[in-house]
C-alpha cells in the first residue's frame, strides 16, 4: 500500500474518493436489496413447481391405479426432443429463460393399449415440461445466489473498508495540516519575538 501524503493535494484526493464511495454505496445496496427480492421470487417459484410436480404424481396414484399393472408397456411413450431457452437480464445478471419445451409423444395403436394410457401420456407430458422448469428454475436460483454473494461483497468492501479507511485518512491528513499549521504560527511568532529583541538590543 503506498505511504498516504500528507498534503492538501492529497486531502482533496480522499476526500473526493470518499465521496464517489458514499455516492456508489447507496446504488450498489439498492442492487443487492433487488437480487435478494429476486432470489426470494426464483425460489417461491421452485417450490411452487415442486409442490405442482408432488400434486401431479398423487393425481396419477389415485386416477390411475392400473400403473401397477407391469404387463402393459408403457415405455417411450413420450420424449423429451428438446429444450429452447432465451436470456433475461435481471440487474446485470443473465437468466435462462424458458421458451418451451419440446416433447414427442409416440405413436400407439388405440385398440392395443387401454383407454387410459391417453391420460397417463398427458399427465407424463405434464410432468416432463415440469421437471425441466424444475431444473431450469434451479439454475436461476443458483445464478442468484452468486449475484447476491457478489454484490454484497462489494457493498461490505465499500462499508467496512474502503469508506472507514478513506474517513480515517481524511481525518490523519487533517491533523497533520492543523499541527503544521499550529507549528507555522507558533515558529512566526518566535521569529517575529526574536526580531524585536534584537531590534531593542
Partial sequence: MAR???????????????QTFERFLPALDLKRKQLMAERAKALAEQERI??????????????????????????GLVKLRGVRLGQENIM??????????????????FMSRPHWVDRLVDAWSRMLELRVRLVLQARRVELLEAAVRKVTQRVNLFEKVLIPRTQANIKRIRIALTDAERTAVVRSKIAKGKRLREGLA
Fill in 4 to 18: 498516504l501524503s500528507l498534503s492538501k493535494s492529497s486531502l482533496t484526493r480522499e476526500t473526493r474518493q470518499l
Fill in 50 to 75: 415442486h409442490d405442482t410436480m408432488t400434486a401431479l404424481r398423487d393425481e396419477i396414484r389415485q386416477k390411475l391405479p392400473m400403473l401397477a399393472n407391469r404387463d402393459i408397456a408403457l415405455d
Fill in 92 to 109: 446485470g445478471t443473465r437468466l435462462p429463460l424458458l421458451l418451451g419445451a419440446d416433447l414427442e409423444r409416440c405413436d400407439y395403436g
